[in-house]
């Protein structure tokens, strides 16, 4: 069973809320005046992003240090909102997050790894590179009693399974 919230999954099985997020990344947003003008499109005016001076990162892969910032999925308790835990990639990371009624999540990251995590614990159970950017949200499904997992990676579809 997988359940979807604003920004991140909440899983009723572990009662866990989990994001994908970018943490040591910082920047400020700064609006631009714009007058508006009756009958013409109006969107409240451009944006203005001024980078943090750690937020150093140019093209699709993280080729910098530690203090350009990291990827990382953090589990948190939404009746406290404590962090429960946190696991760290080394890239940003921009994909989506699965989550299993058998506490595992599957996550990506722009490094082209996929990973199966323990959802109570966020410890690593399994990783593969998949030699391309992960972007996506993987999703799960069943045929003739077998459960597949699967994600696009740069330009391929992969579809993983347990062995009989």
Do not use: C
């Not at 991140?8 to 809320?17: D, R």
């Not at 699965?98 to 999540?105: R, V």
């Not at 690593?124 to 696009?152: H, S």
């Amino acid at each position: 069973m997988v359940s979807f919230g604003a920004g991140g999954l909440a899983s009723p099985h572990t009662g866990l809320f989990y994001i994908s997020t970018w943490e040591d990344v910082g920047g400020a947003i700064q609006g631009v005046p714009v007058e508006y003008k009756e009958g013409q499109r109006f969107t409240g005016g451009p944006i203005v992003l001024t980078p943090a001076p750690n937020s150093t990162r140019s093209g699709p892969i993280n080729t910098y240090t530690e203090a350009a910032g990291h990827g990382a999925v953090i589990a948190v308790d939404p009746q406290t909102g404590e962090k429960k835990w946190s696991f760290d990639m080394h890239d940003v990371n921009t994909s989506g997050i699965l989550s299993t009624a058998s506490d595992l999540l599957f996550v990506g990251g722009r490094e082209g790894y996929f990973q199966a995590l323990n959802a109570n614990s966020g410890v690593l159970l399994w990783k593969e590179n998949l030699g391309g950017e992960i972007a996506a949200a993987p999703i799960t499904y069943q045929v003739n009693g077998k459960q597949y997992v699967v994600i696009a990676s740069g330009n391929a579809l992969f579809a993983f399974a347990l062995r009989k």
